[in-house]
């Protein structure tokens, strides 16, 4: 059974950066698909970045972001460590919300939080302005 947990999260004022991690066991972080999901109060949960294949002769460390972080956030991860990151830079407000690490074997890798089934427990990320 795969167990996902994140730590990084924290209080930080605009502009300022962030780093996630999410430390896998029970997966294997170097197959399958990894991503970063976050859910501010009031909304959906929402998709920020992946990390997988996204087609069948695609780049196992393909990524992708929403357009909302692209050039801000970076995703990557150590398979040595099992562990997944999101580096998290010129904050802003809107991106305060509860960051969850996804996991799983489903092929395309992509955005869609109906493709995981394991979750990790979330860290909190509050950027004032």
């Known amino acids: 059974q795969g167990r996902l947990v994140e730590s990084g999260g924290g209080s930080v004022q605009a502009g300022g950066s962030l780093r996630l991690s999410c430390a896998a066991s029970?997966?294997?972080?170097?197959?399958?698909?990894m991503a970063w999901f976050r859910q501010a109060p009031g909304k959906e949960r929402e998709g920020v970045a992946f990390?997988?294949?996204?087609?069948?002769?695609?780049?196992?460390?393909?990524?992708g972001y929403i357009d909302s972080v692209k050039g801000r956030f970076t995703i990557s991860k150590d398979n040595a460590k099992n562990t997944l990151y999101l580096q998290m830079n010129s904050l802003n407000p809107e991106d305060t919300g509860m960051y969850y690490c996804?996991?799983?074997?489903?092929?395309?890798?992509?955005?869609?939080?109906?493709?995981?089934?394991?979750w990790g427990q979330g860290t909190q990320v509050t950027v004032s302005s």
């Open positions: 029970g997966y294997s972080s170097s197959s399958g698909c």
């Open positions: 996804a996991a799983d074997w489903g092929f395309p890798c992509r955005l869609v939080s109906l493709d995981f089934n394991y």
């Open positions: 990390m997988g294949r996204t087609n069948i002769l695609g780049n196992i460390d393909s990524s």
